[in-house]
């Protein structure tokens, strides 16, 4: 199974309909457009928003009077699903904000947008909806007939094209017949049913459907349809299955990348699936020349977890680095110096006065490190990260008599004392997290 890298699937989301339609509505509806009670905007603006994005019913002819026609009998804005469908989509994504009954982009919107793994996140947000809430039954019920629902149909086969080589294209007889969970519908059934979830889930950009419909009826009257994985689907498949345990791995898809994305890749699985995906590469390599691309990628800000997913990579074979590690060690790049140092550390390979040797010298470097892989955009888990046992010695290592030349060195000292200042559980260490980074930032 292949999967492509984070920032290419992020501009195949922003293309996807469902997510391309709502950032547009959401930029539309600038600089604040009024909203009935239930959310949404008028008629009248839904018409110009209608015609401006071609949101078009796909069974209205494209003939300029025919749709002029068809707008000017609208009545309500929910007649229009493809309006109202992305339009909920950039509400619950947090895309639209409403105050004082006035629609707008929400803040920070064109800041969000350039960020992969923000784009990524609305993706799946509505990847996972639409399977939640896609009807098989065109006239649904409600509740709906059990069996008709995206939960019942979709699963399976999901699952059978996520296990399939990349470009299979297995036609809706094949998904019904070999897909569906049991108990399944009836075959003919089953087909129709198929078909009305899989162009909704279509929507998000996770499938692709060759349809070619027949006016015939009887068994095949749904006429013939192929169905796709897309890259994205293969992404977002993948992630609901680790969310629910399943291993989903991506051994050959990772063995030929370079470094930086293999370790960016590796960051978001979970550590216990990290070495099987790390094997392939390390073999590919061997593990000094290992050493010296992850090298090359983790020296600079902002990559720490980047760094310290190198040092478990490199944990896997590191008896056979012992002379490149130590004299990585003088490395002129103090995070490189650090990977190295945590290493060695963790590799059993030294002896009490060895570790004691590399902890005297790269000790704060180390703590760092650690910290800095432990950050998030919100630093929630930081506290309790901090009060664990076993957490860095962060008041002796880092605090008690500071080295300030030695910590500017490193590239992610000032952003963890920023962190420590605001989210360390202790008062006091807290406070001196804030004046040893204000004097560090006296002295730059």
């Not at 009077?65 to 994504?93: I, K, Q």
């Not at 069996?147 to 299979?168: C, F, K, Q």
């Not at 300030?404 to 004392?417: E, G, I, K, S």
Request: hydrophobic letters at 40%; aromatic letters at 4%; glycine letters at 6%.
């Amino acid at each position: 199974m292949s999967l492509l890298p984070h920032d290419a699937l992020a501009r195949m989301a922003l293309d996807s309909p469902l997510l391309c339609d709502a950032l547009s509505l959401a930029r539309w509806s600038a600089p604040g457009t009024p909203v009935t009670r239930h959310g949404v905007p008028g008629i009248d603006d839904a018409r110009t928003a209608i015609t401006r994005f071609a949101l078009w019913p796909p069974d209205l002819p494209s003939l300029v009077t025919e749709r002029a026609t068809w707008l000017g009998g609208l009545h309500s804005v929910a007649e229009v699903a493809h309006f109202v469908v992305p339009w909920s989509a950039a509400l619950r994504l947090g895309l639209v904000e409403i105050d004082n009954e006035r629609a707008r982009p929400a803040p920070g919107l064109e800041h969000r947008v350039r960020d992969p793994e923000q784009v990524l996140g609305w993706w799946f947000q509505e990847f996972e909806h639409t399977i939640e809430h896609a009807r098989g039954d065109l006239a649904p019920t409600d509740p709906p007939v059990p069996g008709t629902t995206g939960p019942d149909l979709l699963p399976g086969v999901l699952r059978h094209l996520y296990e399939a080589p990349d470009g299979s294209r297995p036609d809706l007889d094949t998904l019904a017949r070999e897909a569906l969970l049991a108990p399944p519908p009836p075959p003919s059934r089953a087909t129709d049913l198929l078909l009305h979830v899989l162009w909704q889930l279509s929507d998000t950009g996770a499938v692709t459907l060759d349809h070619r419909p027949t006016r015939a009826s009887g068994p095949d009257r749904h006429g013939h349809c192929t169905v796709e994985l897309t890259a994205l689907g293969r992404y977002g498949v993948r992630r609901l299955l680790l969310e629910v345990g399943i291993h989903a791995p991506l051994v050959d898809t990772l063995a030929g990348a370079g470094a930086a994305r293999f370790l960016d890749a590796l960051s978001v699985l979970p550590v216990e699936e990290r070495l099987a995906e790390a094997g392939p590469w390390l073999e590919r390599r061997g593990p000094a020349e290992a050493l010296r691309q992850i090298s090359e990628v983790v020296s600079g800000p902002g990559v720490a977890l980047r760094r310290w997913v190198g040092t478990q990579v490199l944990n896997t074979t590191s008896s056979e680095l012992e002379p490149e590690l130590r004299s990585l060690l003088h490395s002129p790049r103090p995070a490189v110096a650090s990977m190295a140092a945590v290493v060695l550390l963790s590799s059993g390979m030294l002896t009490q006065r060895g570790i004691d040797r590399v902890l005297g010298e790269h000790g704060s470097w180390v703590v760092i490190d650690v910290i800095a892989a432990a950050l998030t955009p919100d630093n929630a888990d930081l506290p309790e990260f901090l009060s664990a046992r076993g957490a860095p010695d962060v008041e002796r290592t880092v605090l008690a008599d500071p080295d300030p030349v030695r910590l500017r060195a490193h590239p992610d000292t000032l952003p963890v004392l920023d962190a420590l200042a605001r989210h360390h559980p202790d008062a006091d260490t807290a406070a001196r997290a804030c004046d040893l980074a204000r004097r560090l930032r006296d002295q730059i």
